[in-house]
């Protein structure tokens, strides 16, 4: 099976963090975010990757040719505009061979989730990822109606009182090679994209089968703040969250665990870094600073003194 990432939002919500590179591209304790969408689908088995990518974003496209740790292949779709998930399939369809994944970069579920998606579909044409929300919740994501384990209905961003249920779809799907023959027939929503649930409705009318699996939890990053939560969760879980890459400390400096620290960052002298702390490549630390439960992107500099406590420094 293949798997179809999208990854070529601008991330206009996640600034200042993507000021200067994609949504794709934002740091997340040593790797892309993109890549972090990758990893359950590779720990289950595939190594067939597209990535729909903006036309402009070479960032993504170097890193993945000379710095990814992930070991799978990777071709890249360029999506000339950003006009909605099926706007962006059908950007990827010449290289989609047969069923595949289809999942944004920006929402991140377990591996354990993504084993059950996995496994569904030898049971049906199409699996949807599903979270129940609070009913007020609803109207931002893909409202579902089910009769029992299967998907009867789906609508994106219903208005109020077309909801039938407070179970939504989260962007992680498993489809049939067919599904995209019904892009064609998706004309643009009252948002003005081309809506990926547009085309699942079309295969579910067709007689295509559709199961729906819960996830107990997910991560969506849509704003700093989700980033830095990210991040610190991360720094709780990984199994080497100690990561000193800079020999570039200074006299006095106190580094404290749980922390990634890249090549090429300078901390000067009597700072306090840490707990809880991922200071990027390129970034620098002034004299005397103090630095906890924050990021500090790439080109970002902590003053002489300054503290920096539960955020993100650009």
Known sequence: MQAVILAAGLGIRLQPVTRDRSKAMAPTLGRPLVERAMMPYAANGITDFVLVVGADDEEIKRHFTYRSGIEVRIRFAVQEERLGMAHALAAAAEFIEGPFVLSACDSLVSGEHVGEVLRAADSADAVLSLLDVESGLVARSASVELDGIWVRRIVEKPVPGEATSNTVSLPHYVFPRRLIDHLAGVGR??????????????????????????????????????????????????????????????????????????????????????????????????????????????????????????????
């Open 189 to 314: 929503s009252v948002r003005g994209e081309y809506e990926i649930q547009d085309a699942i409705q079309a295969l579910i009318n067709d007689g295509g089968t559709v199961v729906g699996i819960r996830a107990a939890e997910r991560c969506q990053v849509s704003t700093p703040e989700d980033l830095l939560a990210l991040t610190m969760q991360l720094l709780r879980e990984e199994v080497e969250p100690t990561h000193i890459a800079t020999e570039r400390v200074g006299e006095g400096t106190d580094l404290v665990a749980p922390l990634r620290i890249e090549a090429g960052v300078v901390i000067g002298d009597h700072c306090e870094i840490g707990p809880n702390v991922y200071l990027e490549s390129g970034s620098s630390v002034g004299n005397g600073a103090v630095v906890r439960e924050s990021v500090v992107l790439r080109n970002a500099r902590v003053r002489d003194g300054q503290r920096v406590v539960a955020e993100i420094l650009s």
